[in-house]
């Protein structure tokens, strides 16, 4: 079993920036892709990035390239996402998953099989 734990969410204003963090407890990462994701109320969970095992490669929606950015360290067996120059938009519950693979990189939740319980980011206009 795995358990992924989310950390680092908060209120910000809208220009700001918030790096989450995803610590993981019972099994490594290290051999695994990671993703984020995030939940807005009455919306569907959507993709946000993703990054491979080795920390080498990684991918991003398209609305925030430029501003996001994954990292991984395998010894410490933590993901992070720096989330800079947020927008109210960015207002969700954001989640980290461990993919199914290690290197291919996954927008389809459903690629994904263990979760966190969630972190609330909040930006203000």
């Known amino acids: 079993q795995v358990q992924l734990v989310e950390s680092g969410g908060g209120l910000v204003q809208a220009g700001g920036s918030l790096r989450l963090s995803c610590a993981a407890s019972?099994?490594?990462?290290?051999?695994?892709?990671m993703g984020w994701f995030r939940q807005a109320p009455g919306k569907e969970r959507e993709f946000v990035a993703a990054?491979?095992?080795?920390?080498?490669?990684?991918y991003y929606t398209d609305s925030v390239k430029g501003r996001f950015t994954i990292s991984r360290d395998n010894a410490k067996n933590t993901v992070y996402l720096q989330m800079n120059s947020l927008k109210p938009e960015d207002t969700a519950v954001y989640y980290c998953?461990?993919?199914?693979?290690?290197?291919?990189?996954?927008?389809?939740?459903?690629?994904?099989?263990?979760w966190g319980q969630g972190t609330q980011v909040t930006v203000s206009s």
């Open positions: 998953a461990r993919s199914h693979s290690g290197s291919y990189l996954y927008s389809d939740p459903d690629k994904y099989d263990y």
């Open positions: 019972g099994r490594t990462l290290s051999s695994y892709a």
């Open positions: 990054i491979s095992w080795s920390g080498v490669n990684t």
